[in-house]
């Protein structure tokens, strides 16, 4: 079974910056786009940002460009978020996924971490 | 960009009801539309995909059909497992969630 384990959420400052880590398993992750998807408290799922499987690709929501940048390392089956000038709205779950194409390329995730919580409060 | 919603926003019901979730896009979207369950504290699982291919593992009582901006999720006889929210995804233009139908005890 698919292992995505997340890492590196906690209590930061506004202004202050965080790396979220991803670490996967029990698949070839060199072959799958991955994602962050994040969740505020009692808030519905916002997609974050995409990589391709050989990193050349890369795609942000708008409110995260400029601040976030996703990553990937394929010898340590890793997949990071670095999130900088961090904002009270960035509070959430955060999410490690794979990325699948189905039928029509329609791109869904079918594969979740558990999630890891960042706060942002002074 | 896509905007995405759902109706209702909430429903109770009971175990062995027939529950219809409806999705609207704001603009046409093909085939790209998949829908997740969640429950509290939980990552979202992946039912469908494509609009209406059953995710691998998924009860055959979920089901989903639509075309172009709507689309529903159908479960056929509702299992006390199934109580849940409930999202739609648009993967036509970037990626947007639908804002959740919560799915509880009548």
């Known amino acids: 079974e698919v292992q995505l384990v997340e890492s590196g959420g906690g209590l930061v400052q506004p202004g202050g910056s965080l790396r979220l880590s991803c670490a996967a398993s029990?698949?070839?992750?060199?072959?799958?786009?991955m994602s962050w998807v994040r969740q505020a408290p009692g808030k519905g799922l916002e997609w974050v940002a995409n990589?391709?499987?050989?990193?050349?690709?890369?795609y942000y929501v708008d409110s995260v460009k400029g601040r976030f940048t996703i990553s990937r390392d394929n010898a340590k089956n890793s997949l990071f978020l670095q999130m900088n000038s961090l904002r009270a709205e960035d509070t959430a779950v955060y999410y490690c996924?794979?990325?699948?194409?189905?039928?029509?390329?329609?791109?869904?995730?079918?594969?979740w971490g558990q999630g890891t919580r960042v706060t942002v409060s002074s | 960009d896509i905007q995405m919603t759902q109706s209702p926003a909430s429903l109770s019901a009971s175990v062995g009801d027939r529950v219809t979730i409806t999705c609207r896009a704001s603009?046409?979207?093909?085939?790209?539309l998949s829908w997740y369950q969640q429950k509290p504290g939980k990552a979202p699982d992946l039912l469908i995909y494509?609009?209406?291919t059953l995710q691998s593992g998924v009860p055959s009582r979920f089901s989903g059909s639509g075309s172009g901006t709507h689309f529903t999720l159908t479960i056929t006889s509702l299992q006390p497992e199934d109580f849940a929210t409930y999202y739609c995804?648009?993967?036509?233009?970037?990626?947007?969630f639908g804002p959740g139908t919560k799915v509880d005890i009548k």
């Open positions: 990589i391709k499987q050989d990193g050349s690709e890369k």
């Open positions: 996924a794979r990325g699948v194409y189905g039928s029509g390329s329609c791109f869904s995730w079918d594969s």
């Open positions: 603009q046409s979207i093909p085939s790209h």
């Open positions: 995804q648009q993967s036509y233009s970037s990626f947007t």
């Open positions: 029990r698949f070839t992750f060199s072959r799958y786009w």
């Open positions: 494509s609009v209406s």
